[in-house]
């Protein structure tokens, strides 16, 4: 039998606050109205895009600390990541604040890493406000894995579109909001992949890996979930999960999406999806924090996942391993205010 | 062993499951405007030889290739080279104008971590294996030719 891979929160840490930031692409998505700012430019007015994820991160915690009521100076500690080289994008972010930082990295994944860790230390009782955040940017994933914006090339169909977003938000001991009562850590998955264009069919084996521990440690079933989310397995992806839990004998319903397959619009021409860290924690800091506010979801299991590549890795033959983390989120039930 | 198994039936499942790429269009559109860009190379080649009628012929087709090559680097400077090879694939990347979009386009990317470092280094990212295919070949198919 295995080990528990589940934290079942005594304490319930809660997120008192949530903020979104998003590119004029994705403003234009499925999820549009929900996020909190949509910039004009993906440049941010910044002069290159890396400064401009930088500035979209700063942004997204300087919103989530404002929305949650609180003063910076009550802030104990950032736990940031995103998808760059020695995630610079939140090291160069936390430099301008004034808490302590830790940095993630769980790929795409980083999102439910940093709110399991963020709970876990909170529920520990030695901290009462984290903030957790995380960020992505189509021009400077794009660069980074795969070619200049302007090669003319074509994209294979299995490909997906890197969002360009950031997601905050904090975590409190104590306040109003959505708790999170469970998180579930992932183990590295790897089913031998290495199509670096098929993400999404490199990261659901993780996902499935994570989901049957979920269920299992906490003896739940997808029934009892008004969301079971993946973050961006994409189209493809997320069917193949659904064909993996089947083969382990549990079935995802109608309840099951990933917010990759649902972030643009189907004019939007981006193949299999949205993709990268911003596109769980836009989706988690809007759309789904609304929902579980005004009480649409009272359970979500929110379980994104993260492809642990760099190139030189895949260069040298490696396969695609993946990660992924799931958090529960419950709603709260009580004072409808409509 | 297991695990070899395992990844070798997921691997063939995704294979299976993967949409592919409809071949007939998409040979379609590049064969077109392939094409068109190889009549835009002989118009302007036809343009410089009534031009210049004392040109020599040789001459006249370097020119034809600058003016290519320039073109491909402007409209990928404006930002609509992309778009015309999202739609053409190789039928834009064959010609001697997808050459320049390769060079151009990583110039224009790393431009901002400095000259040298940045768009010199990486100005051949693309191209560069295409060089050295290119010259070592040639060295080869010249060899040969030397001993037939």
Avoid at chain 1, 239 to 267: A, F, V, W
Wanted: with cysteine; aromatic share 10%.
């Amino acid at each position: 039998m295995a080990k528990s891979q589940t934290v079942v929160f005594k304490n319930q840490p809660v997120i008192i606050g949530s903020y979104s930031i998003v590119g004029p692409k994705e403003g234009a998505g499925n999820f549009g109205e929900y996020f909190d700012y949509v910039m004009k430019s993906d440049s941010f007015g910044e002069k290159t895009y890396e400064k401009a994820e930088r500035k979209m991160i700063q942004h997204a915690i300087v919103g989530a600390i404002e929305k949650a009521k609180i003063k910076p100076t009550d802030v104990e500690l950032l736990l940031a990541g995103d998808l760059l080289n020695q995630i610079i994008s939140s090291s160069y972010a936390a430099r301008d604040f004034s808490f302590p930082y830790l940095g993630l990295f769980g790929a795409c994944s980083t999102m439910a890493e940093s709110l399991a860790i963020g709970a876990s230390l909170i529920d520990g009782g030695q901290f009462d406000h984290v903030v957790c955040s995380t960020a992505s940017h189509f021009s400077t994933a794009e660069r980074q894995f795969r070619f200049p914006l302007e090669l003319g090339n074509q994209r294979p169909p299995t490909s997906q579109w890197t969002i360009t977003g950031a997601g905050a938000c904090v975590l409190a001991l104590k306040g109003k909001g959505p708790k999170i009562t469970m998180a579930t850590f992932g183990r590295v998955v790897d089913y031998g992949i290495n199509d670096v264009n098929d993400m999404g069919a490199a990261m659901a084996p993780a996902a499935m890996d994570t989901l049957m521990a979920h269920f299992r440690d906490s003896k739940t079933t997808p029934d009892d979930y008004d969301l079971i989310v993946t973050g961006d397995l994409g189209k493809l992806g997320s069917e193949i999960l659904i064909d993996l839990m089947e083969d382990q004998g549990i079935k995802l319903g109608l309840n099951y999406n990933d917010c990759g397959q649902m972030y643009y619009t189907r004019n939007q021409a981006t193949l299999c999806g949205g993709s990268g860290c911003g596109c769980s924690a836009t989706v988690l800091n809007s759309f789904i924090m609304k929902k579980l506010l005004d009480g649409s979801y009272k359970k979500v299991l929110f379980a994104p996942t993260g492809a642990l590549l760099s190139t030189t890795a895949t260069q040298q033959g490696e396969t695609i391993p993946g990660v992924c983390h799931a958090i529960v989120i419950e709603g709260v039930k009580q004072e409808k205010k409509k | 062993m297991d695990e070899k198994k395992r990844n070798e039936a997921y691997n063939n499942y995704v294979k299976a499951k993967i949409p592919k790429t409809k071949p007939w269009p998409s040979l379609f559109n590049s064969f077109w405007v392939g094409g068109l860009i190889c009549v835009l190379g002989q118009g302007i080649n036809d343009l410089i030889m009534l031009w210049f009628p004392n040109m020599a012929e040789q001459t006249a087709w370097t020119y034809t290739l600058v003016v290519l090559i320039f073109l491909a680097s402007f409209l990928t400077g404006l930002g609509v080279y992309d778009r015309i090879g999202k739609f053409a694939g190789g039928g834009s990347i064959v010609p001697i104008t997808g050459f320049s979009n390769s060079i151009t386009s990583p110039a224009l990317e790393f431009k901002n971590e400095g000259i040298i470092y940045g768009m010199c280094v990486k100005m051949f990212t693309i191209a560069g294996p295409v060089i050295v295919v290119g010259i070592i070949s040639s060295i080869i198919v010249g060899l040969i030719y030397l001993f037939i």
